[in-house]
């Protein structure tokens, strides 16, 4: 069995030095929630009934004790260079990044928390190289969540920015409760996902 050829698929060619943001934004019939990384698109499988309902606890989580000054996204882009674009599950973002009803990314500069929930498809991407692309980027709070077995609650592992070295260094695991200071005074019960 041979591959169809492009023309014939639907897809175009990539350009040969890859995608830029510009294309991310403006390519007609993307699937949802494509991500731009390293110049590549990035298709995301469909989502598990545990990482939408993550999303969910932890969004209205983060918004009961959000101070002024700040606001919570989800599922938004955030541009962190020319050629990455991805997506986090939840952006917690200065209110003035927030521009109008159109708008359809953040820059990194205005991203105060980037959160993923991993996936088995996006394991080595929210693992790794979206760890090294949001620090690089400067974002100060950073936070992986996972699954745990066999209850099926999120367990978060809570990275903050080095000043001195420019890497995340992870600051904490958080099962059943996380509570933190950072980035602001922040308490949500994880086995609450069960009443969702």
């Known amino acids: 069995?041979?591959?169809?050829?492009?023309?014939?698929?639907?897809?175009?060619?990539?350009?040969?030095?890859?995608?830029?943001?510009?294309?991310?934004?403006?390519?007609?019939?993307?699937?949802?929630?494509?991500?731009?990384?390293?110049?590549?698109?990035?298709?995301?499988?469909?989502?598990?009934?545990?990482?939408?309902?993550?999303?969910d606890l932890l969004v209205s989580g983060l918004r009961r004790t959000l101070p002024p000054g700040l606001r919570v996204a989800r599922e938004m882009t955030v541009v962190l260079d020319r050629r990455n674009g991805p997506e986090p599950d939840i952006s917690v973002i200065n209110s003035t990044a927030r521009k109008g009803p159109d708008q359809t990314y953040f820059e990194a500069a205005d991203v105060v928390l980037a959160v993923e929930v991993i996936s088995p498809e996006s394991e080595a991407r929210d693992r790794l190289t979206k760890t090294h692309k949001?620090?690089?980027a400067g974002i100060r709070h950073y936070w992986l969540v996972e699954?745990?077995?066999?209850?099926?609650?999120?367990?978060?592992?809570?990275?903050?920015?080095?000043?001195?070295?420019?890497?995340?260094?992870?600051?904490?695991?958080?099962?059943?409760?996380?509570?933190?200071?950072?980035?602001?005074?922040?308490?949500?019960?994880?086995?609450?996902?069960?009443?969702?």
């Open 1 to 55: 069995m041979t591959a169809e050829p492009v023309e014939q698929s639907g897809w175009r060619m990539p350009p040969l030095d890859g995608y830029t943001v510009d294309d991310l934004l403006t390519l007609p019939d993307l699937p949802p929630h494509t991500e731009l990384i390293d110049g590549s698109l990035v298709l995301v499988s469909p989502q598990r009934w545990f990482h939408f309902t993550a999303i």
């Open 147 to 196: 699954m745990t077995e066999p209850h099926g609650h999120p367990v978060i592992e809570v990275f903050e920015l080095s000043p001195d070295t420019g890497a995340y260094r992870s600051t904490g695991t958080h099962r059943d409760r996380i509570k933190v200071d950072e980035p602001y005074s922040i308490d949500i019960d994880l086995t609450a996902i069960d009443e969702l």
């Open 134 to 136: 949001y620090a690089a």
